[in-house]
Each structure stands twice: as structure tokens, then as C-alpha cells.
């Protein structure tokens, strides 16, 4: 804990070294003309998120050897600090995997980006039969003419495109402005005064067992092993009720279904395996902290990683950001007025993602079932 705090003091004056938001703190930092934060301060942000939340999965598995009243307080507003500074970076990331599906799933040459459709475009659609005749010497023909289905959502891809550019652009806009006003805020010095603290020691819960002669309570020996064991058996369980069978097959087709619903609300079959997920993030920390006061025992700072650990965890980050890149899809699709070919490439759009849901669990069942590999 002590190392994760020192990492975020660190990324915290990186941060400040950087002139973050100098010139994009203003009303206007949304606006059109904001400049893209450099890299050392995108950088900086990242650390900072990445150490709150390594210091709140800690605080999580092992809260009962630290003071409670200190624990209780901290793991909130980590947890807040982490998820505010997340949600720019998962709606830039969000938007680059639409982006890249739709260039993928239509089939043009170039990516479908939002333009003027001029006559000579409804002339092509209208002749396709002819294309080839038109076409002027030194242009390769194509090797085959489009299915009509392809030609449909290309013609929706471009709007649906902008769509997802206009509405995914603006919540990070947002999102950039949140994250400014909380690294700005009292909220967030308070933090950052506690952690400071966290760096130079760690509050232990202590005992009324006081040795002979001593005037102060004692702190009672740390044995991380049970706790780390009892994070590995929630895991364990989570991931025993997950239906593995169901994701024993690269594409479940069946599980697709469930996405035709006009229910706004979450997929139903997502929950538990977003849940399994932040329980593997959690049991990974765990390792950690067993692996460096292992490595601190012996005097040795290396430690081992899990390989089949990282495969799963891998599997599940894709199928966490494939689950909210066809949420953000159907809740694009849900736009009042929009053209049918638009909502046609959404819809293409989304069973797609979904597809990839199903692949991703895939993935995680085949990495979960092999056996542990360590590697120095």
C-alpha cells in the first residue's frame, strides 16, 4: 500500500508538472477549439487512477487488519476518484472501437465519414448494374459487387458514424470537465492528503493487549494469507455460477436475444461477469501484496506472474468494453427521426458487439480452464 501511495504522490506531481487543464480549465474547454491534453498529462491522470484504485481493491481484501473507521472512509472516496477520472478515457476508447467495427462491418475503402451525398452518389446506388461500364480506365473494378445488405449499411454507416462521434464526443467533453473540477476540488485534496500520510504509514488496527510496561496499545501481527485465500474462494464461486457452458462455443447465439429487447436497461447476462471481473482484479492485488511481503521476507523484490491470470483477465476487459460499446449503440439507435439506414448499420452495429461479448467469454472460459502457469 505504502508503494501504490508513493506512485500516486508520484503521478500527482506529474500531473501538476504538466500544467494540466492550463488551457483547457475554462468554460470553453469542451468547445471545438480545446487543445488535446499533452501526453505527459493523460499519462499522469492514468498512474493517478491506476494506483486509487490498486489502493482501494487493497483496502477492499484486507480491510480487516486496517483501521476501520480509516478504511471506511478511504475505500468510498477512492472509489469515486478512480471512477471519475475513468469515464473520459472509456468514452475515447468507446468511440475507436465503434468507429473501427463500422469501417470493419462496411466494407469501404476509405472509413464512411459524415459528407455531402451529391448525385453522383444516388446515381451509382440507382445503376450498381452498371458500375463497371462507367468505371474510367486505370481504376481497378471491384473483385465482386456488394451484397445489397452490404450496400445498405454502408450508406447508414457514415450517419451512424456521426452519430456516435456527436453523442460519444460530447459525453467525454463532459466527462473532461468532471475530471478537471473533482482533481480540482476539496474533495479530492482530502484524498490526496491521505494518501500522503498512507505513504509513510499504514494504519494498522491495533489492540487493548498492551506488553508489560508499554503506555500504548500494540498493532497485531499482519498474516495477509487468509484474507488473500477468502478473496480467491469468492472468485472461485462467482465464477462457478457463471454459465460456462452456455460460453463453450465461440458464438452464442442464443444469449443474442436477449439484445432485440427495447429495454433500455442493461443486458441481463452482463452483471455477473462484470462482477467476476472486479473479483479477479481483486484477487490478482492480493497476489501482489502476498508476492511483495514474500519477496520482502527473502530480500528478493521480483515476484511471479500468473499467466493464466492475465489470459482471463484480457477476456474479461474485452467483454466489459464490448458489453458497453453495444449499449452505447442501442442507446444510439433509440435517437428519435433518424434515417432507417442509420438505425439498420446500428443495429448491424450492435450484434456485432454483442458477438464479440460472446467471443470474449469464450476466450475467459478456455483461459480459465487451464492449468496455472507462473512465470518469473
Known amino acids: 500500500m505504502r508503494a501504490q501511495a508513493?506512485?500516486?504522490?508520484?503521478?500527482?506531481?506529474?500531473?501538476?508538472?504538466?500544467?494540466?487543464?492550463?488551457?483547457?480549465?475554462?468554460?470553453?474547454?469542451?468547445?471545438?477549439?480545446?487543445?488535446?491534453?499533452?501526453?505527459?498529462?493523460?499519462?499522469?491522470?492514468?498512474?493517478?487512477?491506476?494506483?486509487?484504485?490498486?489502493?482501494?481493491?487493497?483496502?477492499?481484501?484486507?480491510q480487516p487488519l486496517l483501521d476501520a473507521s480509516w478504511a471506511e472512509e478511504m475505500r468510498p472516496e477512492l472509489a469515486w476518484l478512480s471512477g471519475t477520472l475513468a469515464l473520459e478515457h472509456a468514452y475515447a476508447s468507446r468511440l475507436e472501437r465503434l468507429l473501427q467495427a463500422l469501417h470493419r462491418l462496411s466494407g469501404s475503402s476509405a472509413f464512411p465519414a459524415p459528407r455531402p451525398v451529391g448525385r453522383t452518389t444516388a446515381a451509382t446506388n440507382a445503376t450498381s448494374t452498371a458500375t463497371t461500364a462507367t468505371v474510367p480506365t486505370g481504376v481497378p473494378a471491384p473483385a465482386r459487387p456488394a451484397s445489397p445488405?452490404?450496400?445498405?449499411?454502408?450508406?447508414?454507416?457514415?450517419?451512424?458514424?456521426?452519430?456516435?462521434?456527436?453523442?460519444?464526443?460530447?459525453?467525454?467533453?463532459?466527462?473532461?470537465?468532471?475530471?478537471?473540477?473533482?482533481?480540482?476540488?476539496?474533495?479530492?485534496?482530502?484524498?490526496?492528503?491521505?494518501?500522503?500520510?498512507?505513504?509513510?504509514?499504514?494504519?494498522?488496527?491495533?489492540?487493548?493487549?498492551?506488553?508489560?510496561?508499554?503506555?500504548?496499545?500494540?498493532?497485531?501481527?499482519?498474516?495477509?494469507?487468509?484474507?488473500?485465500?477468502?478473496?480467491?474462494?469468492?472468485?472461485?464461486?462467482?465464477?462457478?455460477a457463471l454459465p460456462l457452458v452456455a460460453a463453450g462455443s465461440p458464438y452464442n447465439a442464443q444469449a443474442l436475444v436477449h439484445g432485440l429487447s427495447p429495454d433500455p436497461a442493461s443486458h441481463p447476462q452482463d452483471a455477473p461477469w462484470h462482477q467476476v471481473r472486479l473479483l479477479l482484479r481483486l484477487h490478482r492485488y492480493a497476489l501482489e501484496a502476498l508476492a511483495g511481503a514474500d519477496a520482502a521476507d527473502a530480500g528478493d523484490p521480483g515476484g511471479v506472474v500468473d499467466v493464466r491470470l492475465l489470459a482471463a483477465g484480457e477476456a474479461l476487459d474485452r467483454h466489459r468494453d464490448a458489453s458497453e460499446a453495444a449499449a452505447a449503440a442501442a442507446q444510439a439507435a433509440r435517437t428519435p427521426r433518424i434515417a432507417p439506414a442509420t438505425a439498420y448499420a446500428l443495429g448491424v452495429l450492435h450484434a456485432d458487439q454483442r458477438h464479440e461479448v460472446e467471443a470474449a467469454r469464450y476466450a475467459f472460459q478456455h483461459s480459465w480452464r487451464k492449468e496455472p502457469i507462473r512465470l518469473p
Open 6 to 62: 508513493t506512485e500516486f504522490l508520484r503521478a500527482l506531481r506529474r500531473h501538476r508538472e504538466s500544467g494540466a487543464g492550463a488551457g483547457a480549465s475554462g468554460p470553453g474547454a469542451g468547445g471545438p477549439g480545446r487543445t488535446a491534453p499533452p501526453a505527459d498529462d493523460v499519462d499522469a491522470v492514468r498512474a493517478l487512477r491506476r494506483a486509487a484504485r490498486r489502493i482501494s481493491g487493497t483496502l477492499h481484501t484486507f
Open 149 to 240: 445488405d452490404r450496400g445498405s449499411l454502408t450508406v447508414g454507416a457514415a450517419k451512424a458514424g456521426a452519430l456516435l462521434d456527436r453523442q460519444l464526443t460530447l459525453a467525454r467533453t463532459r466527462a473532461h470537465s468532471t475530471a478537471l473540477q473533482a482533481l480540482g476540488s476539496s474533495r479530492f485534496h482530502a484524498v490526496a492528503d491521505k494518501v500522503a500520510l498512507l505513504a509513510s504509514e499504514v494504519p494498522l488496527r491495533v489492540t487493548a493487549r498492551p506488553n508489560r510496561g508499554a503506555t500504548a496499545p500494540e498493532t497485531t501481527p499482519c498474516d495477509l494469507r487468509p484474507l488473500a485465500a477468502a478473496a480467491e474462494e469468492r472468485l472461485a464461486d462467482a465464477v462457478t
